[in-house]
C-alpha cells in the first residue's frame, strides 16, 4: 500500500484494471444470456435457493477469504458471510479513512439486469458454468475498479486542502459530486476504452470492423456504470470521513 | 456437445480459447513472478502443506466440481479428490471413447516450472493473490485448450478411414505423431497466436512496438507447450481408443 495514494499509482492500477474488465466483458460476450444462471433456484434446488452464479460467487469468495483477501483496503466482498483468514494477518497501515462503504449489491443487480442483456445475445446456449465463471471474474474486477474511489477521493482530500471540507461538512452531496467531477479527464478515459475494446475485441480470421462487442457498447458500461458509480463511491468517502474515526490525514 | 466433433465446431472453440488464454498470459504478466506462491508451505503452514496456488486451484475445483464441471468431457480437474456433484447429472452422450487421460499434472509443472518465468519478470511485488487467481484461470484454459485434443483426435479417427488404425494396432507413437501433425495448419494457429497477442498486448498510451508481453513469447509458449501437449494427448487417446470399451464409432 506504500505510495497508494501517488497520482501516478492510482493511475496505473485503474489503467490495469481497464483492461482486465475489457477483457471480461470480451470474454462474457461470448456466451448468450443464460438468464437462468441469475435465477435462485433456477439450476436447482440444490443449490440452497442461490442463484448458480450467485452459488459460484459465494464459493469463490469463502475461499478467497480464507486467504485473507477482504483484509486488503481495496477488496469488497459482495457476501457479508464469509469464512475468517486462515492465514494469519499481514500488517500494513491503510491510507484510507476507516469506512464500511459498499456498492456490490447495487453493482450486482445492475450487472445482472442491464449489463449482461446489453453485452450478450439474448437466449441460452447450454454455457451456463462458463458464463457464471466469467460473471464471477467481472464482477470482482468491476467491483474493484468502482471502490478505488475510495483511494481516488483521499487523494483529492489531501490535495485540495480545505477546498472540499465545507462540503463535506454542509452534507451537501451535489457540491461533492460536482467536485469530484471532471468531464474532460472523463472524455479521456472513455476515448481511451472504447480504442482498447476496439483492439482487443476485433475479430480475427473475419472482415474489418467485425467485434466480438462493439467498442461503443464497452464505452457505454463505462459512462453509464462504472464511472457514475466509481463518483458515487468517491462522495459516500467524503461524507463518511467527516465522522470517521480513523487516523488523521 | 451436438456436432462436437464437425471441424466447424472444433476450430471455433480452439480459436476462442486462444484469447483466453492470451488474455490470461497478458494478466500474470502484469505481476512479478512471485515464486512464494507456487511453494508448498511457503506463505503459511496453515494451507495444509499447499502451496497458495495449490490451495486455490483446489478450492476453486471443489466448488466448480459441486456444480458438476467436471462431468463434461471437455474439463480436466488438477486433483483427484473432488467433492461429488451436487446438482442431478446432465444426460448428454459424449462423442468420446472413454478415457482417463489427464496431462494436468505436468501442465502445472511445466507452467509453475517454465512459463511463468518466461512471461513474469523476476522478484516479488507482494500480488500473490492476484497472481494465483489469474494462474487458475490460466491453468484452466490451457487444460482445456490442449485435452481439446481428444475432439480433435476422434474427429481425425473418424475423417481417416482405416488409414489410422494400423498404427493404433501397432502401438506406433512416432507414427501417430506424425499422423496427427500438420505443419502448415501449425505455422497458420502460430501465426495467428503472435498477431493476436500482438493486438491485445500492445501498451497505450506508450510509444508504438511496446508490449505487457512480448508477442513471440506468446508464440513460444504455443510452440514450446500447447501444440505439442496437444497433440500428446491425440497420440495417447488415439491409442487408448483400439482398448476403450466404450460405444463403437
Redesign the interface.
Known amino acids: 500500500m506504500r505510495n497508494a495514494l501517488s497520482l501516478h499509482s492510482i493511475r496505473s492500477v485503474l489503467?490495469?484494471l481497464e483492461?482486465?474488465i475489457i477483457?471480461g466483458l470480451?470474454?462474457r460476450a461470448?456466451f448468450k444470456q443464460n438468464r437462468i444462471i441469475y435465477k435462485p433456484g433456477g439450476?436447482?434446488r440444490?443449490?440452497g435457493g442461490e442463484s448458480?452464479m450467485g452459488?459460484?460467487l459465494h464459493?469463490?469468495e469463502r475461499?478467497?477469504a480464507?486467504?485473507?483477501?477482504y483484509t486488503?483496503p481495496d477488496e469488497h466482498p459482495f457476501f457479508p458471510s464469509l469464512p475468517d483468514p486462515?492465514?494469519?494477518p499481514l500488517h500494513f497501515v491503510s491510507p484510507l479513512k476507516p469506512n464500511g462503504i459498499n456498492l456490490n449489491q447495487r453493482i450486482r443487480s445492475e450487472y445482472e439486469g442491464k449489463i449482461v442483456p446489453l453485452i450478450c445475445q439474448a437466449g441460452d446456449d447450454m454455457q451456463w458454468?462458463s458464463s457464471a465463471?466469467n460473471d464471477v471474474?467481472l464482477l470482482q474486477a468491476m467491483s474493484k475498479r468502482i471502490h478505488y474511489g475510495k483511494f481516488v477521493a483521499e487523494a483529492k482530500y489531501r490535495a485540495s486542502g480545505r477546498a472540499l471540507r465545507p462540503l463535506i461538512l454542509a452534507g451537501d452531496r451535489h457540491g461533492l459530486l460536482a467536485a469530484v467531477t471532471d468531464g474532460a479527464v472523463e472524455e479521456q478515459v472513455l476515448r481511451?476504452v472504447e480504442?482498447?475494446a476496439a483492439?482487443?475485441g476485433?475479430e480475427?480470421?473475419a472482415g474489418r470492423g467485425r467485434y466480438k462487442i462493439r467498442p461503443r457498447v464497452v464505452r457505454w458500461v463505462y459512462a453509464r456504470w462504472i464511472i457514475p458509480l466509481n463518483k458515487e463511491v468517491q462522495v459516500q468517502y467524503l461524507l463518511a470521513r467527516a465522522s470517521g474515526g480513523g487516523p488523521a490525514a
Open positions: 489503467a490495469r483492461e482486465t477483457f470480451i470474454e461470448q439450476v436447482g440444490e443449490l448458480l452459488f459460484l464459493e469463490c475461499s478467497h480464507k486467504v485473507r483477501r486488503s486462515i492465514l494469519p458454468g465463471v471474474n481511451r480504442a482498447k483492439a482487443f476485433r480475427f480470421d
